[in-house]
Nanobody, 115 residues
Framework: QVHLVESGGGSVQPGESLTLSCKAS????????MMWHRETVWKQREQVAE???????AYADSVKGRFTISRDIDKSTMYLQMNDLKPEGTGVYYC?????????WGQGPQVPVSS
């Protein structure tokens, strides 16, 4: 059974950085595409970054150049490094794995961005 446990959420001020982690279990980590999504008051859940099984990455235009998705296969953990956070980035951030065509989600830590 796929299990995703996130950590690293918390309050930050505009312009600050934060790194989220997503510890995975229940499947061969690195074999499947994984993503980060976020839900804000302005938008329904949207994908902000993805990392493929081959390690290729892609980002939403709204975060390109500021966010970096990465993974440590030995630790079965995916990361989202978020730099220069903006108030409109306030929301709940979810990690997602697509394993055998099934979606699994993390619990979604909150990331409030305000001064």
């Amino acid at each position: 059974q796929v299990h995703l446990v996130e950590s690293g959420g918390g309050s930050v001020q505009p312009g600050e950085s934060l790194t989220l982690s997503c510890k995975a279990s229940g499947f061969k980590f690195g074999w499947y595409i994984m993503m980060w999504h976020r839900e804000t008051v302005w938008k329904q859940r949207e994908q902000v970054a993805e990392i493929t099984s081959l390690g290729g990455t892609a980002y939403a235009d709204s975060v390109k150049g500021r966010f970096t998705i990465s993974r440590d296969i030995d630790k079965s953990t995916m990361y989202l490094q978020m730099n220069d956070l903006k108030p409109e980035g306030t929301g709940v951030y979810y990690c997602k794995a697509v394993v055998e065509m099934r979606n699994s989600w993390g619990q979604g830590p909150q990331v409030p961005v305000s001064s």
